[in-house]
């Protein structure tokens, strides 16, 4: 049934920063031409979101969980899974999966070189999950004087990264991955968390994982792929950090548990996997890539397109950006501004296109997941700017539901109505606004 408005929400994965001192000590976002954005931070409410709560530097999989209404600590089971399913792969009761970078291992001294053996990794990644799946398969593993048998899955994602999935007997979420999160740290071995040290199942996962780790090693270490690369002095993908095992998650569908019938463009595919995991229709928009080649203009009109064909069928949109994150990785202030700029021009089509041709009013949501300031190169706990707008501002001067914001960035965003909330609160703050919307437009 239709709410008598849609919900378009667009998020910018490491929208948040610090002051550069570069910048003037202002922050990219500050920085940008970001005029869009700012028309709705003027005629809409504003505030500062903590994804998860305040003080936690989260990951994207608990921030989306958390933002999607999904209590991270209740209900999070790893976050491989979401990799894996956003990859292609199915996934069953009993199966364990893992969000996997493909990585430069240096095996004389034990450590990781490079987490990333190389971001334009697209011509590479999809040959190498297809020759490990092939010559993985049958994998055995002895564990306590038992040969057992597994099913290796691998699916390329984008740029380094790859899901992993095993199915077999007695495996469990319960085991740490082989990623040492820093370059020139010594590669992990694979063992039960804490509370699972006894536990047989954890440590026959944590076996298999090894054994997988190991074998991974020596396969790709003889490819022609790592042949060429060594001759021509480039970083060898050698290696695959298996990271954030995880099961299924159990957990109503968004539409149900929101009430609104969902869609989602998310080309990165933790973010997409998270979607299918709660079953939300994830489109595929040709030249959204989910890196620094993505089209944000091909991603904006496939959205309108789509949202506009079938608007008797959805409520709500969302739209995830994953480029300004990776600037932010990278430490590249620059590019982090071109691609935020990139974003409001596609933020200004979302609006014009969705205003004119949607029959009912629209809501436009912008914020982000995390901060990932260019400083520090990682995830931060600083909170993200969130802004609440809706299409009829210009349209009706009468109504008044705005506040004294009158830019969209980490500094203007503080003086919102809305104030500092976590991730968990924003659909009461999205049901109170289609309420108020609805009740204004009859």
């Known amino acids: 049934m239709s709410q008598g408005c849609k919900v378009c929400f ?3 994965d490491g929208i948040g920063d610090v002051g550069i001192p570069a910048l003037d000590r ?9 005029h869009n954005m700012d028309f709705l931070a003027k005629h809409g409410l504003n505030g500062l979101m ?6 936690l530097a989260c990951g994207s999989d608990t921030a989306h969980m958390s933002i999607f209404g999904y209590e991270p ?3 999070y089971k790893g976050r491989g899974s979401f990799e894996s399913i956003g990859a292609g792969l199915d996934m069953i009761k009993g199966d364990i999966a893992f969000k996997c970078n493909f990585a430069t291992f240096d095996h004389s001294s034990g450590l990781v070189v490079s987490r990333r053996a190389d971001r334009d990794f697209e011509h590479l990644g999809p040959e190498l999950c297809s020759f490990l799946e092939k010559s993985l398969n049958p994998f055995f593993i002895e564990f306590q004087g038992k040969e057992i048998q597994y099913e290796i899955a691998v699916k390329y994602a984008t740029e380094h990264r790859c899901g992993v999935r095993v199915r077999g007997p007695g495996l469990c979420g319960e085991t740490t991955g082989t990623d040492p999160l820093r370059d020139n740290l010594p590669l992990l071995k694979s063992v039960p968390t804490p509370n699972y040290t006894n536990d047989i199942d954890a440590q026959r996962t944590s076996a298999v994982v090894n054994a997988l780790s190991d074998r991974v090693f020596k396969l790709l270490t003889s490819h022609p792929i790592n042949d060429e690369r060594r ?3 480039k970083q060898e993908a050698n290696i695959v950090l298996l990271r954030g095992c995880g099961v299924m998650i159990d957990v109503p569908t968004f539409d149900i548990y929101h009430n609104l019938r969902s869609f989602m463009v998310a080309p990165t595919a933790i973010i997409a996997g998270l979607g299918k995991s709660v079953h939300m229709h994830l489109l595929k928009v040709p030249g959204a890539t989910g890196d620094y080649h993505t089209d944000l203009q091909a991603k904006a009109n496939g959205f309108c397109d789509f949202f506009v064909k079938n608007q008797s069928e959805y409520d709500f949109g969302f739209c995830h950006v994953k480029a300004v994150d990776d600037a932010g990785h990278d430490g590249n202030y620059e590019l982090k501004i071109s691609f935020l700029e990139k974003c409001d021009e596609m933020i200004g089509t979302l609006y014009k296109r969705l205003k004119q ?3 009912e009013p629209v809501i436009f949501i912008v914020t982000g997941d995390h901060s990932t300031p260019c400083l520090y190169k990682d995830h931060s706990h600083e909170p993200v700017p969130f802004v609440i707008c809706g299409n009829h501002v210009q349209d009706d001067s009468t109504f008044k539901f705005g506040d004294s914001a009158s830019a969209f960035n980490e500094i203007d965003s503080a003086r919102g109505l809305l104030g500092r909330f976590t991730g968990l609160q924003v ?4 049901n109170n606004y289609i309420k108020h919307t609805v009740n204004q437009s009859k």
């Open 10 to 12: 667009v998020l910018i």
């Open 26 to 34: 202002k922050t990219p976002l500050q920085k940008s031409n970001t």
């Open 50 to 55: 903590d994804p998860v709560e305040p003080g």
């Open 73 to 75: 600590r209740k209900h």
């Open 231 to 233: 001759r021509i002095h």
């Open 357 to 359: 041709e949607l029959n």
């Open 427 to 430: 659909f009461d703050i999205i």
